[in-house]
């Protein structure tokens, strides 16, 4: 059974980084699929922030592309986002989640609330 | 990027009615379209993937439909656990986009 856990600070301070990541067990990272994070704002809907293959290769929403790093351990099976110089706009549930070669999410993480707030 | 536009943005229903959700991209995204069911407090659940296939593990109520531009999500027999909100999304190009979704309520 894939299962995804999103881990990390549940409170950034405005300006600060945004660090998550994304445990994978079930599955090897280094399989033929990509591995995403999406996220969703209180109440509205679900944003894609972008995705890594297991070889490094990354795709980003061009939205938010200036500030985000997603990077994959190998070793670790797991793969983690960093946002930079996050605002409250930032504030939403973020997912991780995989995505086989059609890029659908097949399987989700239970997602982690981070608050942006001094 | 691809606008993808859910309609209707709400419904409301009746235990054991079948309805229908539209969802419309802003240019051909062939059959790159796929479904979600999500719960209060539940991260989105994978129903329909590629316009028509179903998720392994997912009930033969939920069907799905179309090509190109426009796509419908249906769904026979409505159940008191599949009042949640429904989302497309496209992965024809980057950003993959979804919609804005459909909130099914008990009427």
């Known amino acids: 059974q894939v299962q995804l856990q999103e881990s990390g600070p549940g409170l950034v301070k405005p300006s600060g980084t945004l660090s998550l990541t994304c445990g994978v067990s079930?599955?090897?990272?280094?399989?033929?699929?990509?591995w995403s994070w999406v996220r969703q704002s209180p109440g509205t809907g679900l944003e894609w922030i972008g995705e890594?293959?297991?070889?490094?290769?990354?795709n980003y929403n061009p939205s938010l592309q200036s500030r985000v790093i997603i990077s994959v351990d190998k070793s670790q099976n797991q793969f983690s986002l960093r946002l930079t110089s996050v605002t409250a706009a930032d504030t939403a549930v973020y997912y991780c989640a995989r995505a086989p070669p059609l890029y659908y999410f097949d399987y989700w993480g239970q997602g982690r609330l981070v608050t942006v707030s001094s | 990027d691809i606008q993808m536009t859910q309609s209707p943005s709400s419904l409301s229903a009746s235990v054991g009615d079948s309805i229908t959700i539209t969802c419309r991209a802003s240019q051909s995204i062939r059959t790159h379209l796929h479904w979600y069911q999500q719960k209060p407090g539940q991260a989105p659940k994978l129903l329909i993937y590629?316009?028509?296939t179903l998720q392994r593990g997912v009930s033969s109520k939920f069907s799905g439909s179309g090509s190109g531009t426009d796509f419908t999500l249906t769904i026979t027999s409505l159940q008191p656990e599949d009042f949640a909100t429904y989302y497309c999304?496209?992965?024809?190009?980057?950003?993959?986009?979804f919609g804005q979704g459909t909130k099914v309520e008990i009427k």
């Open positions: 590629a316009a028509s």
């Open positions: 890594i293959y297991h070889s490094g290769l990354t």
């Open positions: 079930g599955a090897l990272i280094s399989s033929s699929n990509w």
């Open positions: 999304q496209q992965t024809s190009s980057s950003p993959r986009t």
